[in-house]
């Protein structure tokens, strides 16, 4: 690398061009942010650039052309959400989705788990909801109650879960600060218990949905996970748990059934919650879950799925 | 933030680059940046020194590049770029166009990948030339032979000499697709 070493047997003019030569091949490995700067093999070429004005043009036209080209090619756009679906595809790849690591995500899970959905049980809520609507449905209402068949069902499985897990271990009693989990879990099935049990709004639009959250003062999901982004509400509803408000919204994965999301505002509810990046998985059976925390809240995301598959909605 | 999040935060945006200056093509740069990173995640924590991190995942990508055109035709058939040569090296308009992103990107993927990867590393200014020539498993001084030729090459396509130039940068372009064939 060092020049002398290389044409010590020239003359001195040819081996003054032969140098220069020389120097602007060295030189042209040297990056144009300076990063090589203290590289002592371009020190040689660099001085030589500095006493020579000729190769100093040179260098300073060449540096000025690379710091273009690098600027343009910094400015090479990225996809949009690519850094997110780096994270999920490591995600997969690696089957390390966090996994609930105490006992109450267990039981959770478990619960979940054990849900075997009586046969007789949509048909019985039918007709409690037919029953609990003190206005006659109109034909639009029919729909919306077939339409709500499934995810009722299906929730009321979940709540059934939690009924189950709840006569193993009741639920603490709640004070008035935040809520455990399980005590979150507890309100949820006395909900769905209910036969009064409906949904406050049935709405495909995300954007309708959170208009009427935000018009009831409910909390409102800031930021969906991505794959959550274009799924079609069902509907959504007011969960009072305790003296505290929080959400329900069913989404309508066609063929992948239904997944639902509890919405609490953070200082409601007690316990580990990671952030929407990192949130924690949880398999038991058919039945998979996911907890996070985002902008001041805490949402369960649960259905009957795996958590590959889960997952991908992050 | 965990450790593996750090690492994509600070390359995942050089690394797509360097994925679209090799394969012109965004969704395969996509592609190939999670599988450096799945890659990362299944073997990362067989590389003891952890400072070479940076240099493992750009030689990663570039390695699984090759593995990609091998296992496609589409790739190690491409001829010799001529019309894209052309297309780029329009006279009347490089003078005053100003160079961006995508300009940057044609330019090099009218040259040989011989070149373009040793430039397109270089560009990004993320690697010195020995780091380079660690990422593309060539000598530090065919490293440095290429950035040079490579470089004459983009300013001959930035520049009006669309009669003399092709024939010198198409007798090296052949002399590197020939190697990669063989």
Redesign the interface.
């Known amino acids: 690398m060092r020049l002398k070493t290389f044409y010590n047997s020239k003359t001195k003019d040819s081996k003054n061009t032969v140098d220069k030569e020389r120097a602007?091949?060295?030189l042209?490995?040297f990056?144009?942010?300076g990063?090589?700067v203290e590289?002592c093999d371009f020190a040689e070429a660099l001085a030589m650039a500095m006493e020579n004005r000729e190769l100093g043009e040179w260098l300073a036209d060449?540096r000025a052309?690379?710091a273009?080209?690098?600027?343009?090619?910094?400015?090479?756009?990225?996809?949009e959400g690519?850094?997110q679906?780096?994270?999920g595809?490591?995600a997969g790849?690696?089957g390390?989705y966090p996994q609930a690591g105490d006992a109450q995500d267990a039981d959770f899970i478990g619960a979940l788990a054990s849900v075997q959905t009586p046969p007789s049980l949509r048909m019985e809520i039918l007709a409690a909801m037919e029953r609990s609507t003190r206005v006659s449905p109109t034909r639009q209402k029919k729909w919306f109650f077939h339409r709500l068949a499934m995810p009722v069902a299906a929730a009321a499985g979940v709540a059934f879960a939690f009924f189950l897990f709840d006569q193993r271990k009741p639920a603490i009693l709640a004070t008035s600060g935040p809520l455990p989990l399980d005590v979150v879990q507890a309100g949820f099935l006395r909900t769905f218990e209910s036969p009064l049990f409906s949904l406050d709004e049935t709405r495909k639009q995300h954007e309708d949905i959170v208009a009427h959250l935000k018009s009831r003062n409910l909390p409102c999901p800031c930021c969906l996970p991505p794959g959550l982004a274009n799924v079609k509400g069902i509907g959504c509803r007011e969960l009072d748990i305790d003296g505290k408000s929080g959400t329900l919204i069913c989404f309508d994965e066609g063929d992948n059934g239904v997944l639902h999301l509890l919405i609490f505002r953070r200082q409601d509810v007690c316990g580990d919650f990671p952030p929407r990046?990192?949130p924690v998985f949880a398999q038991n059976g058919r039945w998979a879950a996911a907890r996070w925390e985002d902008h001041n809240k805490v949402y369960i995301l649960t259905g009957n799925t795996e958590i590959k598959k889960l997952s991908t909605i992050f | 933030m965990s450790e593996f999040e750090d690492l994509v935060d600070a390359h995942y945006q050089a690394l797509f680059r360097f994925g679209m200056s090799l394969a012109h093509n965004a969704d395969m740069a996509s592609d190939l940046v999670q599988e450096t990173f799945c890659i990362w995640a299944a073997k990362g924590d067989q590389l003891r020194d952890r400072s070479k991190a940076k240099t493992w995942l750009f030689t990663t990508l570039h390695r699984e590049f090759l593995n990609h055109r091998r296992r496609s035709s589409r790739f190690s058939d491409e001829p010799v770029n001529e019309e894209a040569a052309a297309a780029v090296a329009s006279p009347e308009e490089d003078a005053d166009r100003q160079m961006d992103g995508q300009h940057a990107l044609d330019l090099l993927s009218s040259l040989d990948e011989t070149y373009r990867a040793p430039l397109a590393l270089f560009y990004l200014q993320q690697h010195s030339y020995k780091e380079i020539a660690e990422i593309l498993d060539v000598p530090i001084g065919t490293v440095m032979s290429r950035l040079s030729r490579g470089k004459d090459m983009l300013r001959r396509r930035m520049t009006d000499e669309p009669s003399s130039a092709p024939k010198n940068i198409l007798q090296l372009q052949d002399e590197g697709l020939q190697k990669h064939r063989g």
């Open positions: 602007q091949f060295i042209r490995s990056r144009p942010d990063s090589d590289d060449e052309f690379d273009s080209f690098a600027k343009a090619l910094s400015s090479v756009e990225l996809p690519l850094r679906d780096i994270l595809c490591l790849e690696r390390d990046e990192h």
